[in-house]
Structure formats: structure tokens, C-alpha cells
């Protein structure tokens, strides 16, 4: 198998088993960091992976780097794409992380700890010391055969972790409870067996809802990932397609076998394999897991298509693309698992105080051991109050709290066409009180619309005039002469075709409708500027004038027999986006100040920024120049204020990078998306207070978190010293911090967008 290599940066991803805490985070990093040729090193306690960036010209093999991890006392193997782990499930039945050996620990434990709940009804039963010893040893050295053994491997490597102190505290319980069977005629209640065996139990029961919240956490990229179908079907070479003819001659080839330029059968009600362009057929194609549009997408012959998209009614052939890494839903899935195995900045402070946390942990319990044993002269109390130190301080609930938090909400995010490939934006977005849009592309289509059709003759409807322009245009690739065309088409007309048709160089273009009201006359569409400085037309120069006050784009429409004469003034201009008015009036309920940059004259820019609700705007300005203004903004008035940049184009590419944070359309070009932290799928504006949301409550999540993780541990460790928390409570604690620290995260799958 072939690692996951990003020939360009020397990256490599690694599947990590064995992690149960952020100490082990820390210590498989710092194996990472000491490994000779290793530049960089990341790991994920939520995704289990870890990310490895190697130095320019490193000969390292990723075999040794496994091998090395490995020493350490983890499972490491090269990831497959798109996060399917090759290591081991823990989470089968009897798996480490297993319900079934959760249910065998309480089936073996429950006469042990039954009694203790009896005893205030009055019922006084208990088994006899060599039944307890009997029931907890397979519990103690067989279902915590684990935390022995990873506990030693951290030992030996310098660094404690969570298993450890599990070891540690229920040996110690074992222990005391065996030498106090041996040692003297003690009572059975008085021996500790149940504490040992209920606490590993507890820690059992903990990892299994860990996994179980981990995988829920991770839903997004199986649910992307179940979008592939696993076979294609491949129209043979030599068969040629046209409607009406059959189209029986197909191989069914696996994914992999497909290549660019195949062409492809997709069936209604099938999932379409590869991204590709529609050679033949119509249909309606949902594409909601890949962008969040909820609506199905009319396509036809001509248009492009989503691999992973489902078909709707009609039968489509398609052409090949791109297919495997190159196609759009590996990309998606590339830019979430990235966003999930980064780590935001504040996990950096998170990791260090994790590294000294075990053996802080440690060395509190024994302190805690020796003052109880001066204090209160009993070695039992001495003994089972250090235990419950080192099992409430577990710090699985730390190394979880941040990993959980990011990997629900970008999870989340995705499924709306919010895609989040920078762990720090989300530290960044509760921040912003800027917004930069770029204009075209962004808030506008991007391609002019007609506007209107000024008439200066009640003779002739819209109708007449409209169609008869258009037929001037007939052939013209000029993006007035298309939106003509297309409006025409819109309305179910038809452009009538003219005779005598020739260009004016720097007019226009003449010629003489073959039907319709103008017949035989000679008619000619003309830019104003053309007509400038002729006495005969100053109304018509005066219309012209308001409207390009209102930046608009004017051409003629002129009757050139004798004399000359006006017929209507046809208007342009850029379209708005649907959405685009909403979503500025979402940005101001949250407080933020929306901006537009521009490079067109300020008549047109201020036109469509008055229309949506933008009192700044930067109008006529160079490419160049967004990246100096965004920087600009971020120091107006004397103090900080945080930008964040809208755009689609390469030319927004340097202020995307600048701001602190970039959001590009897909819609637009790569160089936009590579620079950019945050990715809106549908190209839609009203996703960018939606995102700005959702990294707001990721972030919330992420402070909840962290003070619960942290005021656990500050409150239990002494609680337990003092001897509030039993053994049995310590660890059933434990186990619960780490579950609602998980299960906060998710609520975070309950969010949608603004305007869902």
C-alpha cells in the first residue's frame, strides 16, 4: 500500500493505535520530533492520526518512522485514503474498546459491589474473601491486561499517561486488599476487591462510549465517503451515442479503472462515479452532501457534474474529468480530514500541560499517601485516598475536549458546504467585526444581465425591440451579445435573423431584420459613446447618462434610414446573487461591519452595494491594492480589528491570505481556495455568516470544554485526597468527564445554517 504523500511538502499520515489520553499525544509526538528528517509532527487524539512533514531532501523511509513509533508502545501504520484505518478495530464486540468485555467486567464485579447497596436495607451479605479474590483477578489482570501493559511502555519511555495511574491505583487496591486477606482475620467487607474491579470497569465503560462519540464525530467524512459508488459503467470505445440509440455496450469496471476521457452511463436513481461534462441526456441531480444545496439541480447535455452527486429522472452519458484524488469529493474529503488532524493554537498550551500532568499526578498521590498514613495512622485509608488521586486524574477528558470540538463542527459545517481546512480560523471567526467582500463573483454573478429596454417609440413592444437586437447579435461572443441572447431564450423567443449583417468597428454592428416590424430596415446597435456630440439626440443622451449614473452599461438600438432616429436604449448590468441582500442583514444582526471591494467605476459599485444593505465601499481599485486595504481595515481608528475576506478570484488570492481570515467561493478558481481558510461549497453569500457561526460555536465548544476538563481535575484531585471520593466514585468520575466532554461536542450536529 502506497502512504498518503503530498509529493510537494514531503507529508505523510499515519494511523496511531493505543492513544488514550493527551499524555499519549505528547509522548508520540516527541518520539516524532527526535526522529532525525522529521520536520514537523502533529497528532490527533480524536482522529487517531498523525501528521508528518518531513525536511526538503530527507531520505527517511516511512517504514522507519513506524518502526520507531512503534518502540514507544503504540500501533502505527501508514493511513489509507480518506481515513479507512487499517489498524485493528477496538471497537468490535470483544475489542479493547469493546461492549463485550464491558459487560463480562460487570457481570464479574457486580457480586462484588451488589452487597454495598444492600447493606441500607438492612440485608448484610457479602461473598467470602477467596470468592472476591476469584471474581476480581480475571477483572484486575485479564480485562486490565491493557493498562499494564501500555502503562509500562510509558514507563519505560520516560513519560506517564493515563494508563499508568489506572495500573497503579487499582494495583495498589488490589494489593492492599490481598495482603489484608492473607495477613489477618479481617471482615470481607473491609477488603477493597470491588474498588479495583468497579474502577477498571468504569474506565472500560468510559472507552467504550469514547469510541462510540468519536465515531459519531466523524460522521461527516463516512458520510462523504459512502457517496462513492464502487463501480462505473463504461460505454465501450467504438459505440457510437446519440438520443434514441441504445446504449447496451457498457463494461462495469471498478472506480479505479476508470480514467479521464471514458465515457460513462449513469442510470437514474445512480450515483454519478466521476466529476465529468454531460455528453447526452436531462435530468435533476441532488447534490446536497456535497454542497448543502437542498434543492436537486436541473442539468443537461452540455453542463458538469458532481462524482458522488446523485441522478435524479434521466438517463446521462457523461465524459470523465477527474477521477479518484483529482475529483472535487476526494478534494472535500482531503480539506475535512486535514481540518480535523490540525490542531487549533490553544491545543499547543493543552499538550504542554499534559506533559507534566502524569507525573505531577504522581507524585500529589504519594504526598497524598503520607500525609493520610501520619495523619490518620491507617495504611488502608493512606493507600485507597492515593488511588482515588490517580484515578479521578485521568486527563482523558483534556486531550479530548479540543480534537472532539473541531471534529463535530467542521464535521457539521461540511455537510452545508462549509468546509473549514484551518483549525485557526475558529479561534479567529468569534473575533471578527470586518467583512470584506469582493464584488464580482462574490455578491454578483459575474456576467452581465439585461436590465431594461428604455423605448423612444410606443409603436414597437418590448417584444419587437428585444428580439430584433438580439438577431443583430447572432453569433456574437461579446458578453452583452450573450446576455441578449440569453434573455431572449429565457423568454421563449426567438431572435429574428438579419440580412446584410456586418460589424462597425468601434460602433457596433448593422443589419436588416428578415421579419417582424423592422423588416427590410436598416437598424444598428451602437455604444452611446458614439452618438455623444450629435444635437439630435440629446434626450436620448440624457436617459443614457442617468443610467450610467446608476451603473449601468448602455448600448442603442438606432433606425438608420433617413433620418436617423432613435428606436431604445438597452441596459446592463452585473446580477446579484440570490441571497446576497440576506446575507449582509445576517452579518449586521451579528454585529459586523460589511465592506466591498471593487475594481469597476463607483457608480456601478455603489449601485449594487446600495441595493444590499454596504455603506463602505472601495470602488475602482487594482487587484493589488485588496491586500493593502485589508490591511488597512485591520488597523483603522488606531485599534486591532479583525477582517475577514470574501472572494473567488486569483486576483483575491493576496487578500484572502492577508486577512485573518479567508473564505472563497468554489465557484471561483483554485489559487482563491488554496489560499483561503474557509471554503463555501455553493458559492452562495448568506454561508458567510453561517460560517462565521459555526466556528463561533465550535469555539464555544471548545471553552466549555477545556474549563470542565480543567475544573474536574482541580475540584476531584481534592476531593479525593481529602477522602470525599471513593475509589468506585473516582473512577466511575473519571469515566463520566470524558463522556460529557464528548457528548458536549456533539450537540454541535444539531446546528444549520441561517437560511437552511
Avoid at 508520540?28 to 480524536?46: R, T, Y
Avoid at 437514474?268 to 441532488?286: A, M
Avoid at 485507597?384 to 470540538?405: D, E, H, K, Q
Wanted: some cysteine.
Amino acid at each position: 500500500m502506497n502512504p498518503q504523500k503530498d509529493t510537494k511538502s514531503e507529508l505523510f499520515t499515519l494511523d496511531i493505535g493505543g492513544m488514550t489520553c493527551a499524555s499519549c499525544v505528547g509522548r508520540v509526538e516527541k518520539a516524532l520530533d527526535k526522529i532525525p528528517g522529521v520536520e514537523a509532527a502533529s497528532v490527533n487524539l480524536a482522529t487517531e492520526q498523525a501528521k508528518i512533514r518531513l525536511k526538503p531532501g530527507s531520505e527517511l523511509k516511512i517504514n522507519e518512522i513506524i518502526a520507531l513509533v512503534e518502540k514507544t508502545g503504540y500501533q502505527a501504520k501508514i493511513s489509507n485514503p480518506h481515513g479507512i484505518s487499517d489498524l485493528p478495530s477496538s471497537q468490535s464486540f470483544w475489542g479493547a474498546d469493546g461492549l463485550g468485555r464491558v459487560l463480562l467486567g460487570f457481570a464479574l464485579s457486580a457480586p462484588l459491589f451488589v452487597p454495598m447497596f444492600l447493606m441500607p436495607f438492612g440485608i448484610h451479605w457479602t461473598l467470602s474473601p477467596k470468592w472476591q479474590l476469584l471474581l476480581a483477578s480475571p477483572v484486575q489482570f485479564f480485562l486490565g491486561w491493557r493498562f499494564y501493559r501500555a502503562g509500562f511502555k510509558s514507563l519505560m519511555s520516560g513519560v506517564g499517561n493515563m494508563d499508568l495511574l489506572v495500573a497503579l491505583g487499582t494495583s495498589a487496591a488490589y494489593g492492599l486488599s490481598v495482603y489484608q486477606m492473607v495477613s489477618a482475620d479481617h471482615a470481607a467487607h473491609e477488603l477493597y476487591f470491588e474498588g479495583s474491579a468497579v474502577i477498571i470497569c468504569m474506565v472500560l465503560l468510559g472507552k467504550w462510549l469514547e469510541a462510540r462519540a468519536k465515531q459519531q464525530t466523524s460522521e461527516a467524512i463516512r458520510a462523504l465517503q459512502k457517496l462513492w459508488p464502487e463501480h462505473a459503467k463504461v460505454i465501450d470505445k467504438d459505440l457510437a451515442i446519440s438520443a434514441g440509440s441504445p446504449l447496451d455496450q457498457f463494461r462495469d469496471l471498478p472506480l479505479d479503472q476508470v480514467f479521464p476521457k471514458d465515457r460513462i452511463l449513469v442510470l437514474p436513481g445512480e450515483r454519478i462515479p466521476v466529476d465529468g461534462l454531460i455528453l447526452l441526456g436531462n435530468s435533476h441531480v441532488d447534490e446536497s452532501l456535497l454542497t448543502g444545496e437542498s434543492d436537486p439541480v436541473k442539468k443537461h447535455a452540455g453542463g458538469l457534474v458532481i462524482g458522488g452527486s446523485l441522478n435524479g429522472e434521466g438517463l446521462l452519458v457523461i465524459e470523465a474529468q477527474a477521477v479518484g484524488v483529482e475529483s472535487v469529493l476526494s478534494k472535500i474529503i482531503t480539506l475535512v480530514e486535514d481540518a480535523q488532524t490540525q490542531k487549533a493554537p490553544i491545543q499547543k498550551l493543552v499538550d504542554q500541560v499534559s506533559a507534566i500532568f502524569v507525573p505531577s499526578v504522581i507524585v500529589i498521590a504519594i504526598i497524598t499517601g503520607l500525609a493520610n498514613w501520619f495523619y490518620l495512622d491507617s495504611a488502608s485509608i493512606a493507600i485507597l485516598r492515593s488511588v482515588s488521586v490517580l484515578v479521578i486524574a485521568c486527563p482523558c477528558a483534556l486531550g479530548l475536549a479540543t480534537p472532539a470540538a473541531i471534529m463535530a463542527g467542521t464535521g457539521v459545517a461540511a455537510r452545508f458546504g462549509i468546509l473549514i481546512k484551518d483549525p485557526q480560523v475558529l479561534e479567529l471567526a468569534h473575533r471578527l467585526n470586518i467583512v470584506a467582500f469582493d464584488k464580482t463573483g462574490t455578491l454578483t454573478i459575474g456576467k452581465p444581465r439585461l436590465l431594461q429596454i428604455i423605448s423612444f417609440q410606443d409603436t414597437y413592444t418590448q417584444e419587437n425591440i428585444l428580439v430584433s437586437a438580439a438577431g443583430l447579435q447572432l453569433g456574437s461572443e461579446h458578453p452583452l451579445a450573450k446576455a441578449l441572447l440569453d434573455d431572449v431564450k429565457q423568454k421563449g423567443l426567438t431572435p429574428i435573423t438579419p440580412t446584410d449583417s456586418k460589424a462597425l468597428p468601434g460602433i457596433g454592428i448593422s443589419g436588416k431584420p428578415s421579419s417582424g416590424p423592422f423588416m427590410g430596415q436598416s437598424l444598428s446597435l451602437q455604444s452611446i459613446a458614439s452618438l455623444e456630440g450629435n444635437p439630435q439626440h440629446l434626450v436620448l443622451l440624457k436617459k443614457a447618462q442617468a443610467c450610467f449614473d446608476a451603473g449601468q452599461t448602455v448600448s442603442a438600438l438606432m433606425n438608420n434610414e433617413t433620418p436617423s432616429s432613435p428606436i431604445a436604449i438597452i441596459t446592463f448590468g452585473d446580477e446579484l446573487k440570490d441571497g446576497a441582500k440576506e446575507a449582509i442583514t445576517s452579518l449586521h444582526q451579528l454585529h459586523i461591519r460589511a465592506v466591498m471591494l471593487s475594481g469597476d467605476n463607483s457608480a456601478a459599485a455603489n449601485r449594487v452595494a446600495n441595493s444590499i444593505g454596504i455603506q463602505e465601499v472601495f470602488s475602482q481599485i487594482m487587484p493589488g491594492d485588496k491586500a493593502e486595504i485589508i490591511r488597512k481595515l485591520q488597523t483603522k481608528d488606531g485599534d486591532r480589528q479583525y477582517v475577514a475576506m470574501v472572494g473567488d478570484g486569483v486576483n483575491d488570492a493576496p487578500a484572502l491570505a492577508t486577512a485573518d481570515v479567508g473564505m472563497a467561493m468554489s465557484t471561483g478558481t483554485d489559487v482563491a481556495m488554496q489560499a483561503a481558510g474557509i471554503t463555501l461549497m455553493r458559492g452562495d453569500p448568506t454561508l458567510v455568516a453561517s460560517a462565521i457561526d459555526i466556528s463561533k460555536r465550535t469555539w464555544k465548544k471548545i471553552q466549555q470544554n477545556l474549563f470542565w476538563a480543567f475544573i474536574f481535575n482541580a475540584t476531584g484531585i481534592p476531593l479525593a485526597a481529602l477522602g470525599y471520593l471513593s475509589p468506585m466514585l473516582a473512577g466511575s468520575a473519571m469515566a463520566l468527564s470524558s463522556f460529557c466532554v464528548l457528548s458536549n461536542a456533539l450537540l454541535l450536529k444539531r446546528w444549520r445554517p441561517t437560511h437552511y
